[in-house]
């Protein structure tokens, strides 16, 4: 039978992004928790529009319980999608401690018990692992490292590799994976109308690697220092979603291009709602609700972005700009725009040094216990936003050339304080 495809289209800054679809007999592979819809069911069908250069993978409504993570490695036209009903959950974590010393090079880990480990997952082992520089080369520790569960013999791992560093007796070790994995050469890729709850009370260790526990995370390859090195992901949307309960991100973006996350409800998270990290060009967070997490949304060495007509409340910051790698074009040209911005405890719109050409408008800040906006940046442009009831400055600048007119700063404590060089001011 021959092959069919289905153009499909994605806007992403304005412009539509267009990709084929190739399905197989015109069918859309259906997983249903009637028919033991599992995560291994899910991958499966994932797996098999993949191998065929693309498609669709359509959940029926009910509940799937996820022993480990989905990956969209190499991607190409795939969409998943759900709609009213259709409910995601992680099983309960699976935690065990290292009964014995490991030597660096090891190819097992004696445990206490294997109960609930099972082959091919990846773990954590909460120990020392990569003596790290962070790129304006400082020294930090990293107190995990990861491996792959090869085979479980009685109370015995087996890892896939040896293992790379130490590990002392007493070791936590946990499953370390995300609801969704998206990597390699992935593009033209839809996340759409699924609930995902990653059940964080029933995960009470805590992994600490922030790129794990989290319900979406893209990531094209990068180094701090050399910058992209290869692929990025890229047209990416992840639309109508509700991501509930993560330890870490909601969305985390890495060297991600040209993407979007529209319509979702994101909240009760230990880190950001939605992350656009190192490397991320011309994406788009729009028309979000964000509740309840450490930070709204975040651009870490992001540029081209924008954030806009998202509801940001309870968080402890709502966008936060700021610089980690040391490349010259990166944190310039994003756009805050139109965002509602509740109850922050903190600041409710943070550019941090070395960033700059930010645009912020139109966004509306009620009721922040921090700054309204503090700009450290140079070269930005903050015009007709509302601020009210911020208990400390309402905007406070503290980078260079920055021009700042028709913003309303009543009924603040402090209405703007510039601490800044040749910046245009009209209030």
């Not at 092959?3 to 800054?13: E, G, H, M, S």
């Not at 994932?46 to 065929?52: G, M, Y």
């Not at 490397?279 to 729009?286: I, Q, V």
Request: charged share 20%.
């Amino acid at each position: 039978m021959p092959t069919l495809f289905r153009v499909q289209a994605i806007l992403v800054a304005g412009i539509v992004w267009l990709f084929a679809a190739s399905i197989l007999a015109a069918q859309d592979v259906v997983v249903s928790p009637d028919t033991g819809g599992t995560d291994k069911t899910i991958q499966a069908a994932i797996d098999a529009v993949v191998k065929a250069g693309g498609g669709r993978v359509v959940l029926k409504p009910g509940e799937y319980v996820l022993h480990r993570g989905l990956i969209l490695q190499n991607a190409k036209g795939v969409s998943i999608i759900g709609g009213p009903g259709v409910r995601l959950k992680f099983a309960p974590e699976v935690c065990v401690v290292a009964a014995a010393d490991a030597p660096k090079g090891q190819g097992f880990i004696e445990v206490e018990s294997a109960e609930g480990l099972s082959e091919g997952v990846q773990i954590e082992i909460q120990a020392k692992g990569l003596l790290d520089t962070t790129p304006s080369g400082g020294k930090y520790q990293r107190l995990f490292f990861g491996a792959s569960v090869a085979a479980i013999e009685g109370r015995r791992i087996k890892t896939r590799r040896p293992l790379e560093y130490p590990m002392p007796k007493g070791t936590k070790i946990v499953y370390a994976y995300n609801a969704f994995l998206l990597g390699g050469e992935t593009s033209g890729v839809i996340i759409e109308g699924l609930e995902i709850d990653l059940n964080r009370d029933q995960w009470p260790v805590k992994p600490i690697n922030h790129t794990c526990h989290c319900a979406v995370l893209g990531a094209g390859a990068y180094d701090y220092v050399k910058g992209v090195t290869g692929p990025a992901v890229e047209n990416v949307v992840i639309h109508n979603c509700v991501f509930r309960n993560c330890h870490h991100r909601g969305v985390a973006w890495y060297s991600v291009v040209k993407s979007a996350v529209t319509g979702c409800r994101i909240e009760n998270a230990d880190a950001e709602g939605i992350d656009l990290d190192h490397f991320c060009y011309h994406c788009e967070a729009r028309d979000n609700e964000i509740r309840n997490c450490p930070v709204g949304v975040e651009l870490n060495d992001a540029s081209d972005c924008i954030v806009e007509r998202n509801t940001i409340e309870g968080c402890e910051k709502g966008i936060n700009l700021w610089r980690w790698c040391p490349h010259e074009d990166l944190n310039r040209r994003n756009l805050f725009k139109a965002n509602k911005i509740v109850d922050t405890k903190g600041t409710a719109i943070f550019c941090g040094p070395k960033t700059g050409k930010t645009t912020i408008t139109g966004n509306t800040i009620t009721r922040c216990s921090g700054i309204g906006m503090q700009i450290l940046g140079d070269d930005n442009t903050i015009t007709g936003n509302g601020l009210r009831g911020c208990e400390k400055e309402a905007i406070f600048v503290g980078g260079n050339n920055n021009v700042i007119n028709g913003n309303d700063v009543r009924e603040n404590r402090t209405p703007l304080k510039n601490t800044g060089k040749d910046n245009t001011i009209e209030q």
